[in-house]
Antibody, heavy 125, light 107 residues
Framework: EVQLVESGGGFGGGLVQPGGSLRLSCAAS????????MNWVRQAPGKGLEWVSY????????YYADSVKGRFTISRDSAKNSLYLQMNSLRAEDTAVYYC??????????????WGRGTLVTVSS | DIQMTQSPSSVSASVGDRVTITCRAS??????LAWYQQKPGKAPKLLIY???SLQSGVPSRFSGSGSGTDFTLTISSLQPEDSATYYC?????????FGGGTKVEIK
């Protein structure tokens, strides 16, 4: 089955204090992970979607939203078919469901064609 | 960043009605626009890419149109399972942005 499965946050946990750190993982299966550009997209409770970060197939090209630049780091491990998001200096406004999202094979102009179920990150004291 | 403005923010319609949602970009994005459907507690689902191309497996009652700055998502005959929030997303840059969403409810 073609799927993305996030972990590291959690709907029963994933609570971190302001200023803390958390690492999210996204396990890909059912497709050739190395061939796809990947992203993280988040959604604050009751709010809309916000793109967070992008990584190219090789990992050599990376982009971040201004809201997380300098605090978050995206990476990928082809051997493990996994995508990661290291989140440091967390703030209350980073509280959200974080989705792993795959770009269409045709490229980034064609949208995100596969999404994980998401993992909840709560930043609170 | 390119700003995306959707309207209306919510719409209530009856089964079988035609529903139209609009999305406006703050600058021209050619045809690089995608539409997503999101149901409560679920991940978004890609409906339309490149403004008017239907994603595989999506019912043909969904259609998209537009180019430049103005785009439209149309549901030709609303079905109960179409109750959801719909988002547009510009795919013209490596800093993609989403519209604020349109909640579609069934009367």
């Amino acid at each position: 089955e073609v799927q993305l499965v996030e972990s590291g946050g959690g709907f029963g946990g994933g609570l971190v204090q302001p200023g803390g750190s958390l690492r999210l993982s996204c396990a890909a299966s059912g497709f050739t992970f190395n061939s796809y550009e990947m992203n993280w997209v988040r959604q604050a409770p009751g709010k809309g979607l916000e793109w967070v970060s992008y990584i190219s197939t090789s990992g050599n090209t990376i982009y971040y939203a201004d809201s997380v630049k300098g605090r978050f780091t995206i990476s990928r491990d082809s051997a493990k078919n996994s995508l990661y998001l290291q989140m440091n200096s967390l703030r209350a406004e980073d509280t959200a469901v974080y989705y792993c999202a795959r770009h269409s094979y045709s490229g980034s102009n064609y949208g995100f064609d596969l999404w994980g179920r998401g993992t909840l990150v709560t930043v609170s004291s | 960043d390119i700003q995306m403005t959707q309207s209306p923010s919510s719409v209530s319609a009856s089964v079988g009605d035609r529903v139209t949602i609009t999305c406006r970009a703050s600058q021209g994005i050619s045809s690089w626009l995608a539409w997503y459907q999101q149901k409560p507690g679920k991940a978004p689902k890609l409906l339309i890419y490149a403004a008017s191309s239907l994603q595989s497996g999506v019912p043909s009652r969904f259609s998209g149109s537009g180019s430049g700055t103005d785009f439209t998502l149309t549901i030709s005959s609303l079905q109960p399972e179409d109750s959801a929030t719909y988002y547009c997303q510009q795919a013209n840059s490596f800093s993609p942005t989403f519209g604020g969403g349109t909640k579609v409810e069934i009367k």
